[in-house]
């Protein structure tokens, strides 16, 4: 540093209440990063409700799109659990990935929610943590497309 100019002076703070414009702040250094590194992310959102007679939304599914893959964040049915929209929700989530021209997806579970249900998707466990929380463990899957997805999505 040359004479004259002084070091940025950094402070850390503990927020007790983060909203959502403290994530913006500091997820934009994060993005121009990566960017730089991996440009056209084609970053976008896909959400898939499951709605009662009334409209109203009891569950969906929700997930965002990056770099080439789907990350399922959130997949949850509520009452209207065990009636085969959970397959059909991951069905539909396929076949909007592969018509976005992507090459997989991913998501992460937990021991006691139903991890069974993705393998018989044809999901893979590529990585777990274990104790995660304790007595039960988090588990990551990914499906690839094989096709690299320009095939159709599996039937229901």
Known sequence: MSAGMEAPVWSVRLEA?????????????????????VPNGNWGLLAL???????AIVGG????TGYGMLFVELLA????????LGRR??????????????SGI?????????????QRLGFTECGRIRDDPPGHDRIFYVKRF?????????PP
């Open 106 to 118: 991913w998501l992460d579970t937990w021991t006691f929610q139903v991890p069974g249900f993705y």
């Open 61 to 64: 599914l929700w997930g965002r």
């Open 49 to 55: 409700t499951v709605r009662d007679a009334g409209g």
């Open 17 to 37: 209440e983060p909203d959502p414009a403290m994530r913006v702040a500091i997820l934009a250094p994060l993005v121009a990063h990566n960017e730089a590194q």
């Open 89 to 102: 929700l991951m069905r539909d989530a396929e076949a909007e990935a592969r018509r976005r021209g992507l």
């Open 146 to 154: 094989a096709d690299g997805g320009t095939g159709p999505a599996p």
């Open 77 to 84: 049915l509520g009452p209207a659990r065990g009636r085969g």
